[in-house]
C-alpha cells in the first residue's frame, strides 16, 4: 500500500540552526501538507502546497519556516534559525484532491537544545 | 474563535462494548468531519470522513453521525477490543478552497479485556 515517508525520524540540533525535513508524499497526490504535534497537545496545522506553490498557512508558519518542492518526489520543511518552542513532531501529509483523507507520514521528531 | 472540543479525559471501556467518543465545536461551519486514529508516536491514519449533508455513514464496526444544529459528531466503535486502543482524533475541514483540516484535542480510548 503506498505511504508517505518522512526523514529524519529524530533529529536533535542546537538553538539557532537550521533544519530540514524531508517528506515523500504518494506518488499520484497533488495536495500536499506540514503539520506539527508539541507533546501532549493537538495536531496544528501549518501549510499546505499545490502546483508548487503555498496555498495557505497558519500563523505559526512565519518567516522562518519555508517549503519546497525540490523535485517530482520530495517536498521538505525548512526551518531557518530553530527556537526551543519548535520542538515537536512535525507530520507531513498527502491527498489526491483538496478535499478528502489525508495521508499522514509517521511524522519527524524535532528536539531543539 | 473556533473551537473544537473532545473529551479531554480518557474513556476506559469494556472489552465487547460500544465506545462513543464526542466532537463538538463552536464559531465553524464545516463542510465535512473527519475521525482518525492514533497510536502513541505515530501519525494519525484516515477512519471516516462524513459531510455536512450526512447525517451518518458506517464502516465495519464504526459509526459517524453529524448533527450540524448541535454542532456535534459522535464517532461509534462496536463490539470494541483491545487493538481499538488509541486516541482519537476528530478533524473539521472547511467550506471551499484549498483543503486545511484543523483537529481536535483528542479522546484517549482504552478498550479493558
Known amino acids: 500500500e503506498p505511504e508517505v515517508t518522512q526523514t529524519p525520524s529524530h533529529q536533535v540540533t542546537q538553538m539557532g540552526q537550521e533544519v530540514i525535513l524531508r517528506c515523500v508524499p504518494i506518488?499520484?497526490?497533488?495536495?500536499f501538507y506540514w503539520y506539527r504535534q508539541i507533546l501532549g497537545q493537538k495536531v496544528e496545522f501549518l501549510v499546505s502546497f499545490y502546483n508548487n506553490e503555498i496555498s495557505e498557512k497558519s500563523e505559526i508558519f512565519d518567516d522562518q519556516f519555508s517549503v519546497e518542492r525540490p523535485d517530482g518526489s520530495n517536498f521538505t520543511l525548512k526551518i531557518r534559525s530553530t527556537k526551543l518552542e519548535d520542538s515537536a513532531m512535525y507530520f507531513c501529509?498527502?491527498?489526491?484532491?483538496?478535499?478528502?483523507?489525508?495521508?499522514f507520514g509517521e511524522g519527524s521528531r524535532l528536539t531543539v537544545l | 474563535s473556533q473551537k473544537i472540543e473532545q473529551n479531554s479525559e480518557a474513556l476506559n471501556i469494556q472489552e465487547g462494548k460500544t465506545a462513543t467518543l464526542t466532537c463538538n465545536y463552536t464559531?465553524?461551519?464545516?463542510?465535512?468531519l473527519q475521525w482518525y486514529r492514533q497510536d502513541p508516536g505515530r501519525g494519525p491514519v484516515f477512519l471516516l470522513l462524513?459531510?455536512?449533508?450526512?447525517k451518518e455513514k458506517r464502516k465495519e464496526r464504526l459509526k459517524v453521525t453529524f448533527d450540524t444544529t448541535l454542532k456535534q459528531s459522535l464517532f461509534h466503535i462496536t463490539a470494541s477490543q483491545p487493538a481499538d486502543s488509541a486516541t482519537y482524533l476528530c478533524?473539521?475541514?472547511?467550506?471551499?478552497?484549498?483543503?486545511?483540516?484543523?483537529f481536535g484535542t483528542g479522546t484517549k480510548l482504552q478498550v479493558i479485556p
Open positions: 478533524a473539521l475541514g472547511r467550506r471551499g478552497g484549498y483543503q486545511k483540516v484543523t
Open positions: 501529509a498527502s491527498s489526491e484532491e483538496g478535499f478528502g483523507e489525508l495521508f
Open positions: 464559531n465553524y461551519s464545516p463542510a465535512y
Open positions: 462524513i459531510r455536512e449533508n450526512e
Open positions: 506518488s499520484n497526490h497533488l495536495y
